[in-house]
């Protein structure tokens, strides 16, 4: 009988040790303070954000290639947050500032059925600036076509990402296959 109750609470520490709102963490970035120019024209930063978990991307509109895919898995997922009752911000950076105004990013994102509620696109800052955050804090690929080339797509990595309350950039996924999404749904639900 001893060895029965030191079981059961083996068991239950297994059991509770799972629920404990730990993920597998993939990256260790924390971001710098950062405030842009949302698709309503107001400001968002890094402080609006802080004390709650939230995903980012970097999409542009006219990208005719992974932007597109990327912007429906996120639609998806949010989607499938909502469902769940999960509260989690997501953020689309654009990796094409001097095009994507407010006004772009607003059609761009109703063309996807997306809700402002909790997902916001941010613009307002220059190409350097954009390229800074996303390669040397998101540790995520971005390189403008070359001129004369005829290319006018930028390229850029096709990752979500899970930020933590404290700005600190701790997971990335894929972002353009269902695998990333599932695994992205199923961490957030460990979190919450």
Same mark, same amino acid.
């Given at each position: 009988?001893?060895?029965?109750?030191?079981?059961?609470?083996?068991?239950?520490?297994?059991?509770?040790?799972?629920?404990?709102?730990?993920?597998?963490?993939?990256?260790?970035?924390?971001?710098?303070?950062?405030?842009?120019?949302?698709?309503?024209?107001?400001?968002?930063?890094?402080?609006?954000?802080?004390?709650?978990?939230?995903?980012?991307?970097?999409?542009?509109?006219?990208?005719?290639?992974?932007?597109?895919?990327?912007?429906?898995?996120?639609?998806?997922?949010?989607?499938?947050?909502?469902?769940?009752?999960?509260?989690?911000?997501?953020?689309?950076?654009?990796?094409?500032?001097? /095009?994507? +105004?407010?006004?772009?990013?607003?059609?761009?994102?109703? %063309?996807? $059925?997306?809700?402002?509620?909790?997902?916001? #696109?941010?613009?307002?800052?220059?190409?350097?600036?954009?390229?800074?955050?996303?390669?040397?804090? /998101?540790? +995520?690929?971005?390189?403008?076509?070359?001129?004369?080339? %005829?290319? $006018?797509?930028?390229?850029?990595?096709?990752? #979500?990402?899970?930020?933590?309350?404290?700005?600190?950039?701790?997971?990335?996924?894929?972002?353009?296959?269902?695998?990333?999404?599932?695994?992205?749904?199923?961490?957030?639900?460990?979190?919450?």
């Amino acid at each position: 009988m001893k060895h029965l109750r030191v079981l059961f609470i083996f068991i239950l520490l297994l059991f509770f040790g799972a629920c404990s709102g730990k993920i597998e963490e993939n990256m260790s970035e924390q971001l710098p303070e950062f405030e842009y120019t949302t698709q309503d024209g107001e400001k968002l930063g890094l402080n609006d954000l802080k004390g709650e978990w939230w995903l980012a991307s970097f999409v542009y509109t006219n990208c005719k290639t992974v932007c597109p895919v990327m912007t429906k898995n996120m639609a998806k997922l949010q989607n499938e947050l909502k469902e769940n009752k999960l509260d989690i911000q997501i953020v689309s950076f654009s990796v094409d500032p001097e /095009f994507d +105004t407010p006004e772009i990013l607003k059609e761009y994102a109703q %063309g996807y $059925d997306v809700d402002f509620s909790n997902w916001t #696109f941010l613009t307002g800052y220059d190409f350097a600036t954009i390229k800074d955050l996303s390669m040397n804090h /998101f540790k +995520t690929s971005l390189q403008k076509a070359s001129p004369g080339t %005829g290319n $006018d797509q930028i390229a850029h990595g096709t990752n #979500f990402f899970l930020v933590n309350p404290k700005g600190k950039i701790v997971k990335k996924y894929d972002g353009v296959g269902d695998k990333g999404q599932d695994q992205a749904l199923l961490d957030i639900k460990a979190l919450q």
